[in-house]
């Protein structure tokens, strides 16, 4: 099994920062993908960012795109979302979660974590 657990969220005010962190432990893969994904009240999840555990190489949503930053940590199994310039619109529960198949701009992942809350106010 795999476990997930993220951290960072809470509220901030629009145009404010905050960054979120999500630990992995358990099961182990040889290739592997990371990514963040958030649900708004009344809406469907939706892929924020996302990243290649091996190369880097990152994709993020165009609603998204220049205000997060996805990095990782390889010797901490840890992977991190940089939110800047924050909207209300941002306001959801974010989740970490794995994918073991190529794709990473997907809302098909294969493990997830509990869930983070970041508020947004105006």
């Known amino acids: 099994q795999v476990q997930l657990v993220e951290s960072g969220g809470g509220l901030v005010q629009a145009g404010g920062s905050l960054r979120l962190s999500c630990v992995m432990s358990?099961?182990?893969?040889?290739?592997?993908?990371m990514g963040w994904l958030r649900q708004a009240p009344g809406k469907e999840r939706e892929f924020a960012a996302g990243?290649?555990?091996?190369?880097?190489?990152?994709d993020y949503a165009d609603s998204v795109k220049g205000r997060f930053t996805i990095s990782r940590d390889n010797a901490k199994n840890t992977v991190y979302l940089q939110m800047n310039n924050l909207k209300p619109e941002d306001t959801a529960v974010y989740y970490c979660?794995?994918?073991?198949?190529?794709?990473?701009?997907?809302?098909?992942?294969?493990?997830w974590g509990q869930g983070t809350q970041v508020t947004v106010s105006s």
């Open positions: 979660a794995v994918r073991t198949g190529p794709l990473i701009a997907t809302t098909e992942y294969d493990y």
């Open positions: 358990g099961r182990t893969f040889s290739n592997y993908n």
């Open positions: 990243i290649r555990w091996k190369s880097g190489s990152t």
